[in-house]
């Protein structure tokens, strides 16, 4: 089971309420997850991921396990310890003013 | 007996503001959409319980969301984009070209007649339509496709189709403008579109009398006389005889004529409503008093409006999407700031009084009549 946590923007669109848990039959990698996520959750298409090229959204960030892994390729495995459950994937929102 | 019901779009949220035919006791319901940007919400003329709104964020980037029980409940519709085909470029602020990027909705105009059917005015400018209820979107591309296409520029706040106007006698007529593009009209329903600039006179850009380039920030029809059109220009505004075929400057006694909305009276074709201000480097009002300017004479000869809006220390701006009128017998006329106040008048600009004061800053207003 993989453990999602989303900004608070990204629950409200999602109707959700603290981390979200995913099952994910492929390699555990980001476009695995977000594909997870996006067919769970169809309302998040387009916010995390750019509809037509699939590349992340410029103030949307990638984290686990403490390392940012915004730049990681989509296809790089993910941390053993998101695959297993252990710790989450964080999908965050740059912090920026206003 | 009548009510009527307020939309407001702020930057961080939507607002719905109701109110019986009086207008003097007002329910506020909101924030909906609490933290995001929402341009602009608009009902349906053919089914008022209908009501789309855009929600947007530079995060997350754009939802469209709609509601079939007047704003109670919201349900997320689609909010892909497309350009049709590959969308070559316009030009960037320093006149180099530049892909076509979709950015978010400014704009959404419900069709006149049917829910199902919705326009969306899109930044990078281009003009969307909906057949389903918001859920796909079909770009109108021939607008974009016009031979002027290439050489557009934004304006200040992004390449933006910011006005859909639908004539009420004419179904496949509809005008829209574009900061800094200028205004366009199709008879075709979108397919082929042609630029209505002819006696606009912009001394910012290269040749103040080009074909297009101009910012124009705001039209308005009143639904009885479709080919007679307002316009709020950067600076000047203007007024059409023949559908935007002319224009020419009826500014008149205006303090400034730089401003944003312009709206039409609902039952007399012939008063128009601006707010002046300052300056394109002053986005606030002159002197510090907030007045709304009324002409009954269909421009030139304007009067002040400022009883019960404040007179003093007054520094706000009201956006171009920001002021709306009801179908009342006594014309109801609404604006927002961005300050955050959405200020009433019942009696067709006499005197005004506060909705709400406290609002984030407010990027739209509309209103419904309801019976």
């Not at chain 2, 059109?229 to 005889?241: A, G, I, N, P, T």
Request: net charge negative; glycine share 10%.
């Amino acid at each position: 089971m993989i453990r999602v946590v989303l900004p608070a923007q990204l629950r409200m669109l999602a109707h959700v309420t603290g981390e979200v848990q995913l099952e994910v039959e492929d390699r555990v990698t980001q476009r695995s997850v977000l594909d997870a996520l996006e067919a769970r959750y169809p309302a998040l298409r387009g916010a995390i991921r750019d509809h037509a090229t699939q590349q992340r959204r410029p103030f949307v960030r990638f984290f686990a396990c403490e390392r940012d892994l915004s730049h990681e390729p989509p296809d790089a495995p993910l941390p053993d310890a998101v695959a297993t459950g252990a710790e989450p994937f964080l999908v965050v929102g740059a912090i920026a003013g206003g | 007996m009548s009510s009527v019901r307020v939309l407001v779009g702020t930057r961080k949220g939507a607002f719905i503001l109701t109110s019986d035919g009086k207008r003097e006791r007002w329910e506020i319901d909101g924030p909906h959409f609490g933290g995001w940007e929402i341009y602009h919400l608009k009902g349906s003329p053919a089914d008022p319980n209908r009501l789309y709104a855009s929600q947007s964020s530079g995060w997350f980037g754009q939802q469209i969301q709609r509601s079939d029980d007047g704003g109670k409940t919201w349900e997320l519709v689609g909010n892909e984009f497309a350009y049709d085909g590959i969308p070559g470029t316009h030009l960037w602020y320093d006149g180099t070209p530049r892909p076509w990027k979709f950015t978010r909705v400014w704009h959404l105009e419900p069709s006149l007649t049917d829910p199902d059917t919705v326009y969306a005015g899109v930044e990078d400018a281009a003009l969307f339509r909906s057949a389903d209820g918001g859920r796909t979107w079909q770009e109108l591309a021939g607008l974009r496709d016009h031979q002027t296409g290439s050489s557009w520029q934004p304006g200040a706040g992004g390449l933006c189709l910011h006005t859909i106007l639908l004539d009420p006698s004419d179904a496949k007529r509809i005008f829209i403008a574009i900061s800094a593009a200028g205004a366009f009209r199709t008879d075709d329903g979108g397919e082929t579109w042609r630029a209505i600039n002819r006696g606009l006179k912009s001394e910012y850009i290269p040749d103040p009398t080009a074909e297009v380039g101009h910012c124009v920030h705001r039209i308005a029809m009143h639904r009885s006389r479709p080919g007679v059109l307002f316009m709020q220009k950067h600076w000047d505004v203007m007024r059409s005889d023949d559908a935007g075929e002319s224009w020419r400057e009826v500014s008149g006694n205006l303090p400034t004529d730089f401003g944003f909305p312009i709206d039409v009276h609902a039952h007399e074709p012939e008063t128009i409503y601006v707010v002046p201000i300052k300056s394109d480097s002053e986005h606030y009002v002159p002197d510090g008093k907030l007045r709304v300017y009324r002409s009954r004479t269909g421009g030139n000869e304007w009067e002040p409006l400022g009883k019960g809006l404040p007179q003093r220390d007054c520094y706000v701006n009201v956006l171009r999407d920001a002021m709306a009128v009801d179908s009342l017998d006594s014309c109801g006329i609404y604006f927002g700031t961005t300050g955050g106040q959405v200020y009433a008048s019942a009696d067709a600009g006499d005197s005004w009084t506060p909705i709400v004061r406290d609002l984030p800053a407010v990027l739209s207003v509309e209103v419904q009549t309801l019976p």
